[in-house]
């Protein structure tokens, strides 16, 4: 196997070397070789935010791949351009400049129909302020993605909504309003949205943010369950417990990483050794 040192870095915890060949990469982890696909590449990343004559350079120079199957959390300092971050990838802001490629094609380039189409069909969002149309039950929140995608019958997605909301323990507050359930219950039901469509990726922003230890808990098991199961997740957290489900920390500040931390898929023993890495990683981040 021919493998060219086209990334090198060396993390405290643990060193990761990729190299790429016939569209795949090859990375080491810890010692092992994993074969992945990239989903992402980000090339030379620029974010501007111009208000008047100032000019906010929230992301510079920034390279970044995202591989199929990871559970990628952004971690970093308030205002560091985590959620501008996770909206460009998304397709949700323009860029200054760069590149953001997705299945081949930079999806920076395209127009706005194709860039609805990539959000409604292939991207799954989940934010801290849950959004959820406050006057359709939760069931009608979940299927209303489905039936604005194509190719679906509305049975098909009323079928894959129930199931979701099953698998979510939310089956009982299907028919009930947003307003009459409980803020981790709105995020379940906001996460089986974003899933609707089957998204080869999930984005979310502070998911736990609004929520008590207890929703934050059920919502994160929630995410390492899709996770477990091959969804691709990139979260946006302060939270180091959400971060913990991870098995790749960015840590960003200014618009830059310093610091990646890669880790085993997370299972729920072996945590307090999961939590002390993590901690000392964070602590030399000045977390
Ligand atoms: N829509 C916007 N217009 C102008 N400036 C923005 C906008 N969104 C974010 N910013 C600025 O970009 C910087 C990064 O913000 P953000 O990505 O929200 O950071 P984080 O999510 O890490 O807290 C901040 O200085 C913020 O004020
Ligand atoms: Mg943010």
Redesign the pocket.
């Known amino acids: 196997m021919h493998l060219t040192n086209r990334y090198k870095n060396y993390i405290k915890m643990s060193v990761s070397l990729k190299s790429s060949r016939f569209g795949k990469t090859y990375l080491f982890v810890k010692g092992k070789i994993v074969l992945k696909e990239k989903i992402f590449t980000v090339s030379n990343l620029q974010k501007t ?1 111009e ?1 008047g004559a100032v000019k ?1 350079n ?1 992301i510079e120079n920034f390279d970044l791949d995202i591989y199929e199957k990871d559970f990628t959390v952004i971690m ?1 300092p ?7 971050l996770l909206y460009c990838l998304g397709a949700m802001e323009s860029i200054t400049n760069g590149e953001i490629i997705f299945e081949n094609e930079d999806i920076s380039k395209l127009k706005n129909n194709a860039l609805s189409e990539l959000r409604l069909n292939k991207f799954g969002f989940i934010f801290q302020q849950i959004h959820l149309v406050s006057n359709l039950t939760l069931l009608e929140n979940v299927v209303l993605p489905g039936l604005a995608g194509p190719n679906r019958t509305n049975n098909s997605v009323y079928e894959d909504a129930n199931n979701l909301l099953k698998r979510f323990g939310i089956s009982e507050a299907a028919n009930r309003l947003p307003s009459q359930v409980s803020g981790g219950e709105q995020q379940r039901a906001a996460i089986a949205r974003a899933l609707i469509n089957q998204p080869i990726i999930i984005f979310a922003d502070e998911p736990t943010g609004a929520l008590n230890q207890n929703n934050s808990q059920i919502v994160m098991d929630l995410f390492s369950e899709l996770n477990n199961s091959g969804q691709t997740i990139v979260l ?1 957290t302060h939270d180091k417990r959400a971060a913990l489900r991870a098995n790749r920390i960015i840590y960003i500040i200014d618009g830059s990483i310093v610091s990646e931390l890669n880790l085993d898929p997370y299972q729920a023993s072996n945590l307090q050794e999961r939590e002390d890495k993590v901690n000392e990683w964070l602590v030399s981040m000045e977390w």
Do not use: P
């Open positions: 935010y208000s906010n929230v970093g308030s205002g560091s351009g985590k959620s501008t946006v």
